[in-house]
């Protein structure tokens, strides 16, 4: 027990960072062990970013960050210092319509109890980014990363394909 | 009246919200001054606890209290048994945090509040306990054993409870049957995995001397009244929210897991909010866990596949603690003779305690088990007697007119286990035409000339649902014609603000859009028991459709009186009340609402409006007259039934097998379905989906591994497989639509369906595929490995 003092853990060095999240910069002081999915939820009280389980196999946690689907709880807050992260609260505006993508999770039942919901837009979002037009087969793979346990998954591929859909259809029209 | 709402597939009202991430989950909710706690769990399944050492965590920075047993007074006390049964006769439930000895590893052990979960966490590192290990209980068998070590030293043999029911005679019959066939069927542990863990956050207001939390629970009323004994408060003094539920499954109808009461307790001591996340890891070791059974199974059948009787004994694995009764294995023993005219039925449970974590309904809830053992029955049946499978059920089946069947037993909730009705056949028939099950056989047989191993599987079931006690339900129509709707069950994905407002909406003639639907809030809605046992949409959503038509009957009332008509030609659609046939004379549900609440001073655009509406005036005598009761358009009602319901179903796939690699795929998945009348086809269809995923999971994937220690060895997401996307096969679901005549709605539950056929099915369809090697499946799940040995043992005899 007389090891124990010298041995307390001291995890009180914090570090400045500065990230760009949904469009808006911010500048904090944070612990260097806080991880980037808590620094989203309770710093920035951006709670749509959910935590699932915290080993990253989940994806309920899943934001963009500077364009990429990652998972937030398996990075520091400061290893986002100088970036740009999106979150489900910057998918559509307050007032404004729904993002395509969370309108067809709407049409097609693609969520249940919503826990998941955020971290699989965020993936969709990228997936669509990288393959504008992917099969059933590509969507089921790219999803493999988010686990579900409401859905049983099938309106979740009938979502990304409607939402697929109307996003070509819009790059078109704005070709 | 024409209903519009129920039964149509309108998108979900609750989703907006959702999908933007603005839900509100427990740990979302972020209040001022609050303060993080974490837990310390036993590493050993069973242990005395020599020393408990805190001293070094009470020294760090910003830990604000740590608890041990030593420390919680009064609140050392097992927690409540919830439901009593008289064959339970060694009950033992935990203590919030463990006295001297652990029995299972996640046990609570000491519970540490700081700054941030950060520095609790710390602190959990600091606190040494010295444990004595003790011989560890991992197993039903060793459960079992004659010289097994002892769970709690004072439960000899481990036994819990032990229960027979017998229906007709089935000895006489065993003695003259001309086949009898026994063998044994086992399935393992698994777990219901919410992506939500659970959580408790809790508010004490000292100067308004009220206890609040929100739970990610699914009974926040019976958590209420419990925690209003346990703190000596008056019960409206104490406010339990379910907020958004990030799925519960069964896990988190339990009550009270220790955290429930620690987090409220630390609140009030502390006079600071306290938050209490689980993390998943914890999730594994201390949330309730399900499925574990050992069925000795002995049945008895003639030369036409006629079933005769059945005898079946089994064990059920309790785990370290009873708290939800014996609920799982009476569902079990209930759910076993299925749709099927079992008139001979010896049932035996003995319910053994082991060092794991407790059990307690899991979606499915026994059934899975007990459909697993039936059909694997009928599938013996058809294989030694030479016939088609699905011939040996339609020949077995209760026929339409033979309703209501009392299958003899004492059901879960202490009513008899009587289908109110279905039409079993109706429902195979249409399995077997999406499923092109006459033409299989030909597939089959080409596939196999390729080296390709395909298996036809199919598997009936029968669930009870809508079991009472009660639920209730408020309905208010406020002044700006907007309709509160409130009631006491909870919501953890099961669109209940969408279809209960569709249910209100079809009685008061406005879109669901103006239903606002509250659940699981006791300031909201005073009475009510949870959401589980399928039950939400037929109790509570009968009680709903009760208060609505209440509120429309007032409507019509009151409306008369102002349009000098008879209450009889009152209607109401679209937000408006008027009188048949003059549509002229019409009023919004607001401006009624505002008439029927007799106040000096009214607001709005409506109390305006409705000032210009030459109307008749008041009566004479008092503004309130007796026959109209309270003020406005509200009413209350509750609806208990006089028993559950019976729904049921019919799933079946095809799929191939690797007898290579012993992995399985799914080359067509059916689901065939009837829970009544169906409020919203694609709310049903999807909980059928979700269901179907978890079962596969259960069978295929997902087993908890504990080693001879007790250890869970596959704690993590890394090792526990929940199936993916990628795993799951697109789903067919049908509906055959056989409608309760129990309750006026003529609903089912639909919440469990999905996940009970599926180890059946499953089984089913790898005899089918492997059927040259001989193979016959008797425990679940199978996972790759555990069938690629199957089929090693059956090619090495």
């Known amino acids: 027990m007389q090891e124990q003092e010298e041995e307390t853990p001291v995890f009180t060095e914090e570090s400045d960072i500065a990230v760009t999240v949904n469009g808006h910069r911010y500048e904090k002081r944070v612990p260097v062990r806080l991880l980037l999915s808590d620094f989203l939820r309770h710093d920035l009280h951006l709670t749509g970013t959910h935590i699932g389980c915290e080993h990253g196999v989940c994806g309920c946690c899943t934001v963009l960050l500077n364009g990429e689907a990652v998972r937030s709880c398996l990075m520091f807050a400061v290893q986002a210092d100088g970036m740009v992260v999106t979150t489900i609260e910057g998918m559509a505006g307050t007032n404004s319509d729904l993002h395509p993508i969370q309108q067809a999770f709407q049409e097609k039942h693609g969520l249940q109890c919503g826990f998941c919901t955020p971290g699989i837009i965020m993936s969709v979002h990228a997936m669509l980014h990288e393959n504008p037009n992917p099969s059933d087969e590509e969507i089921r793979h790219e999803l493999s990363g988010n686990i579900c346990r409401c859905t049983g998954y099938q309106n979740i591929v009938e979502a990304v394909k409607l939402a697929a859909e109307r996003l070509r259809q819009q790059q078109r029209e704005v070709q | ?797």
């Open chain 2, 1 to 797: 009246m024409a209903t519009r709402w129920f039964g149509a597939s309108i998108p979900r009202i609750e989703d907006p919200r959702l999908l933007r991430g603005r839900g509100t989950f427990v740990d979302d909710i972020d209040l001022p001054e609050m303060l993080h706690a974490a837990a310390l769990r036993s590493t050993h399944a069973r242990a005395r606890i020599q020393s408990l050492d805190t001293t070094a965590a009470r020294a760090l920075p910003g830990v604000h209290l740590v608890l041990t047993a030593a420390d919680l007074g009064e609140l050392l006390e097992p927690s409540p048994l919830l439901v009593p049964h008289h064959a339970l006769t060694q009950p033992r439930t935990q203590l919030p945090l463990a006295l001297n000895e652990v029995h299972y590893v996640g046990e609570a052990v000491a519970f540490v509040v700081a700054d941030s979960r950060y520095i609790a966490e710390d602190a959990l590192d600091l606190i040494e306990v010295e444990y004595e290990p003790l011989p560890v209980v991992h197993s039903l068998e060793v459960a079992e054993a004659l010289d097994a070590p002892l769970v709690h030293a004072d439960v000899p043999g481990n036994v819990a409870a032990h229960l027979v029911q017998t229906v007709g005679d089935p000895d006489a019959v065993f003695e003259d049957a001309p086949h009898v066939i026994r063998e044994t069927i086992v399935m393992d542990r698994g777990a219901a995995m919410p992506m939500e863990c659970r959580g408790v956050l809790a508010r004490w207001d000292a100067h308004e001397t009220m206890l609040t939390c929100w739970i990610s629970t699914q009974g926040p009323i019976p958590i209420r009244n419990g925690l209003a004994a346990i703190f000596h408060l008056p019960e409206h003094k104490v406010r339990v929210i379910a907020p958004d539920v990030g799925g519960g499954f069964g896990t988190k109808i339990m009550l009270f897991y220790p955290e429930e009461i620690l987090t409220p307790f630390a609140a009030i001591h502390l006079g600071r909010p306290v938050k209490w996340i689980e993390d998943r890891r914890e999730h594994f070791i201390s949330a309730n866990q399900e499925r574990s059974q050992i069925h000795e199974v002995e049945y008895a059948f003639d030369d036409q596949g006629i079933l005769l009787a059945v005898r079946d004994k089994f064990l059920h694995d309790a785990g370290a603690y009873t708290p939800y009764g014996i609920i799982v294995p009476i569902i079990s023993a209930c759910t076993l003779p299925g749709p099927y005219r079992l008139r001979n039925y010896y049932s035996e449970f003995t319910v053994l305690y082991t060092n794991k974590v407790p059990v307690s309904p899991y979606r499915g809830a026994g059934r899975p088990h007990a459909v697993f053992v039936m059909e694997r029955i009928m599938d013996r049946i058809a294989k030694e007697l030479n016939l088609d499978r699905a011939e040996v059920r339609s020949r077995n089946f209760i026929q339409p007119d033979e309703f209501p069947w009392d299958v003899g037993l004492v059901y879960q909730d202490g009513g008899p286990t009587k289908y109110d009705s279905g039409n079993y056949q109706a429902g195979l028939d249409k399995l077997k035409a999406l499923l092109d099950y006459d033409n299989f056989s030909a597939m089959q047989a080409e596939a196999r000339q390729q080296g390709r191993y395909l298996g036809i599987g199919i598997s009936c079931y029968v669930e009870g649902t809508g079991i009472g006690p009660y639920e209730g339900a408020q309905v208010r129509v406020e002044s700006d014609g907007r309709v509160f709707a409130s009631t006491g069950v909870t919501t953890q994905g099961q669109a209940h603000f969408t279809t209960f407002a569709q249910i209100v909406a079809d009685q008061l003639g406005v879109d669901p859009k103006d239903v606002l639907v509250t659940t699981g809030d006791s300031q909201a809605f005073y009475w009510g028991v949870g959401t589980y046992a399928s039950r939400a949409a037929t109790i509570a959503g009968t009680a709903m459709h009760l208060a609505a038509a209440k509120v429309r009957e007032k409507t019509k009332r009151v409306a008369a009186d102002l349009f000098e008509a008879s209450p009889d030609d009152i209607e109401l659609a679209d937000g408006k009340v008027f009188v048949k046939d003059a549509p002229h004379r019409s009023l919004t549900l607001g401006q009624v609402a505002i008439s029927a609440n007799p106040l000096r001073y009214a607001y709005g655009e409506n109390a305006r409006k409705l000032m210009s509406i030459k109307l008749a005036g008041p009566r004479p005598g008092p503004a309130l007259p007796p026959e109209r009761g309270a003020p406005g358009l509200e009413a209350s009602e509750f609806y208990s039934p006089p028993h559950g319901s019976f729904a049921s179903g019919a799933h079946g796939a095809i799929i191939e097998v690797d007898p290579k690699t012993g992995m399985v795929t799914f080359v067509k998945y059916v689901a065939v379905h009837d829970c009544g009348r169906v409020i919203n086809p694609t709310v049903v269809e999807g909980q059928v989906h979700g269901g179907v995923a978890q079962g596969i999971g259960g069978a295929f994937y997902e087993r908890l591994v504990y080693d001879n220690e007790g250890q869970l060895i596959n704690a993590s997401f890394m090792d526990y497989l929940l199936p993916t996307a990628a795993e799951i096969p697109p789903i067919t679901v049908d509906h055959v639509e056989t409608p309760s005549p129990l309750n006026p709605l003529g609903v089912k539950g639909a919440g469990e369906a999905g996940v009970i056929p599926v180890p059946a099915l499953f089984a089913s369809a790898i005899d089918d595929a492997l059927s040259e090697f001989g193979i016959r499946v008797r425990e679940m799940p199978l996972h790759p490995r555990r069938l690629y040995e199957i089929l090693r043992e059956a090619k090495d005899q």
